[in-house]
């Protein structure tokens, strides 16, 4: 059968006449045998405008499975990549040999879901060492930019060589996109921001993406990175890959499936710190109890005469989209979230985390909460660094930094510590406000469950009794 030729051009896969014209006549010399598989595939669709076959990056690598199995061959011009001179020094330990042995049985596709602590970079790192091609990383934040950038250069930059390591080889420079550096290397590490901004033009320069807490592209602008990226091998790492939005079949289909999967409890004791959760529960004051029934009473009379139960997030956003032109709508959002204000900000929190502090007095304790009100609050009372997306990045490497050496024993933040910080001596987590999103949950218990030596974690979960967010610490669980 006529072959084609497979280009890349602009997030796009262009299929042409091996003559590589751009008219009609093109197609036809392709053969009406060929044209007909092109036209049989339903991830391929006719260019008007060029005469060709278009198909989006991500399925490049179907595509060619496709073609090869209907017996057209293919001048492929997508890629001109290096092989890679690599070598790291890590050894896998025996759960995370399986997990990359599953995601490269998987046709080296597909998310790993391991717990916080466990050591997903590493297995990122062994599966760039294994295909030795030009690799794209991509993460969520900074701090994370940081840290796959300082592992990225101690396994494979070439300053590497003579450490008495042992390795060998390597890449000349360590690519950055974020951070307020934009350099392309053959390894590149990129935040999820940068990667949207530039996917399009990077499409054909890896072999390999990697993402990092890939849940993130689960979002929708996220997703066109990986729809702009031809690189056929893809990994993602997470500690929960389900969003409750069902977004992770989306990045099923754009990374692969989950082919790994190893829970904390499978590790703990051994790879990461035992550990316990003890929920506290504790009673709203007379008067946050008199405000938190008038707001929840406004809240659930507009539900029952709206015919909204809020069993879904969708329910969620028809409440969100009223509001904007029916003020009852808007009456009864402001409400709940005045509601939910008084019950995870209530006085007896604090007295119930004064009380935590002075018993583990001399461990190592971080603060989650859901609002910057009672983050800056917390900081003021218990004279305890503060972290929130008002914090600047050297604000915050500073702090992060100080708990890691032991001058802070203490930090209080709101979601922005869930991911991407490494704080290793931390064994005593305090969650006075959160979602019901198990991902938070995890991440959080996560932040206090790398080993140590004798080391117990210890998570406290404080919650306001006869309120709603009983029901939202049941569903995190």
């Given at each position: ?11 796009t896969?262009?299929?042409d006449?091996?003559?590589?014209g ?18 049989g ?21 179907e ?11 293919c ?15 890590y ?23 391991l ?23 991509v ?7 940081g ?6 250069e ?8 003579g ?5 060998a ?13 934009q350099?392309?290397?053959e ?22 993406v ?15 990175i ?12 997470t ?8 977004a ?34 504790v009673?709203?004051?007379?008067e ?6 008038e ?42 979230q ?8 209530a006085d007896a929190?604090i ?24 983050v800056?609050?917390l900081?003021?009372?218990?004279l305890?660094?503060a ?8 604000e915050r490497r ?20 869930d ?5 290793p ?5 305090v ?44 569903r995190?669980r």
């Amino acid at each position: 059968m006529t072959g084609v030729t497979l280009a890349f051009e602009d997030g796009t896969i262009r299929i042409d006449a091996p003559t590589g014209g751009d008219s009609t006549a093109a197609i036809d010399e392709v053969g009406a045998d060929t044209e007909s598989v092109l036209a049989g595939l339903s991830f391929v669709e006719r260019d008007p405008r060029s005469g060709t076959y278009r198909t989006p990056a991500f399925r490049y690598a179907e595509l060619r499975d496709a073609l090869s199995a209907a017996g057209v061959t293919c001048d492929d011009q997508v890629f001109d990549l290096p092989d890679l001179d690599l070598d790291s020094a890590y050894e896998l330990r025996g759960y995370q040999r399986d997990a990359l042995d599953a995601w490269r049985e998987n046709g080296n596709r597909g998310v790993l879901e391991l717990p916080t602590g466990s050591g997903k970079t590493v297995i990122g790192l062994a599966a760039i060492e294994a295909l030795r091609t030009p690799t794209l990383v991509v993460v969520p934040t900074i701090d994370l930019l940081g840290q796959w950038r300082d592992e990225l250069e101690t396994e494979f930059g070439e300053e590497r060589e003579g450490d008495g390591s042992g390795a060998a080889g390597g890449v000349d420079e360590i690519g950055q996109l974020g951070g307020g550096v934009q350099q392309v290397g053959e390894i590149t590490v990129s935040t999820y921001d940068s990667a949207y901004l530039r996917a399009d033009d990077l499409g054909d320069r890896f072999g390999l993406v990697v993402f990092d807490e890939v849940h993130h592209l689960g979002g929708e602008g996220y997703r066109e990175i990986a729809r702009l990226l031809a690189a056929p091998a893809r990994l993602g790492l997470t500690a929960t890959f389900e969003r409750p939005d069902d977004a992770h079949e989306v990045v099923a289909s754009l990374c692969g499936p989950l082919v790994g999967q190893v829970s904390v409890d499978d590790l703990a004791g051994t790879h990461l710190a035992d550990y316990d959760v003890k929920r506290i529960e504790v009673e709203l004051s007379d008067e946050e109890r008199d405000a938190y029934e008038e707001h929840q009473g406004t809240f659930v009379s507009y539900l029952t005469s709206s015919n909204l139960d809020m069993r879904s997030g969708a329910d969620y956003q028809k409440l969100v989209m009223r509001s904007g032109n029916d003020p009852r709508a808007r009456e009864a959002l402001l409400a709940k979230q005045r509601a939910r204000e008084v019950m995870m900000n209530a006085d007896a929190k604090i007295d119930e985390l004064a009380s935590i502090l002075e018993r583990h007095r001399d461990g190592r304790v971080l603060i989650f909460t859901a609002h910057n009100d009672l983050v800056y609050r917390l900081s003021e009372r218990f004279l305890i660094p503060a972290i929130t997306h008002q914090t600047g990045a050297a604000e915050r490497r500073d702090v992060l930094d100080k708990f890691r050496s032991g001058a802070y024993s203490r930090v209080v933040a709101s979601n922005v510590l869930d991911e991407g910080i490494d704080v290793p001596d931390a064994n005593v987590a305090v969650v006075l406000s959160g979602s019901g999103s198990k991902r938070e949950f995890t991440q959080r218990l996560g932040r206090v469950l790398r080993p140590g030596e004798g080391k117990r974690a210890l998570l406290y979960e404080i919650i306001t009794t006869e309120t709603a967010e009983e029901r939202v610490a049941d569903r995190r669980r």
